[in-house]
Nanobody, 125 residues
Framework: QVQLVESGGGSVQAGGSLRLSCAAS????????MGWFRQAPGEERERIAV????????YYADSVKGRFTISQDNAKNTVYLQMNSLKPEDTAMYYC??????????????????WGQGTQVTVSS
């Protein structure tokens, strides 16, 4: 089992920045891909960034490319999501997720078996 705990959410004005953290514990060696998703009220959960644990290769949704950066600190078993130039449409609950899949780029929501509880991000105009 892998436990994931997100932190770092909050309220910020448009143009501001936030950094989310996802601390993993438990059997973390099984996780090969880590991802960040977000879900706004009434919307589908959207995959926004994924990182390969072994290669640190990263993949982004077009909606956040150039503004968000996913990174990892293996010594701390922590994945981060640096969010810059935030927009009101970035307002959502943000979730961290882990997958045992070997190929990270094409993973979808159902490929992630472990999820955090989520952290709220609110961006005001």
């Amino acid at each position: 089992q892998v436990q994931l705990v997100e932190s770092g959410g909050g309220s910020v004005q448009a143009g501001g920045s936030l950094r989310l953290s996802c601390a993993a514990s438990g059997y973390t060696y099984s996780s090969r891909c880590m991802g960040w998703f977000r879900q706004a009220p009434g919307e589908e959960r959207e995959r926004i960034a994924v990182i390969s644990i072994s290669s640190s290769a990263t993949y982004y949704a077009d909606s956040v490319k150039g503004r968000f950066t996913i990174s990892q600190d293996n010594a701390k078993n922590t994945v981060y999501l640096q969010m810059n130039s935030l927009k009101p449409e970035d307002t959502a609950m943000y979730y961290c997720a882990a997958s045992v899949a070997r190929w990270c780029p094409g993973l979808v929501r159902g490929d992630f078996g472990y999820w955090g509880q989520g952290t709220q991000v609110t961006v005001s105009s």
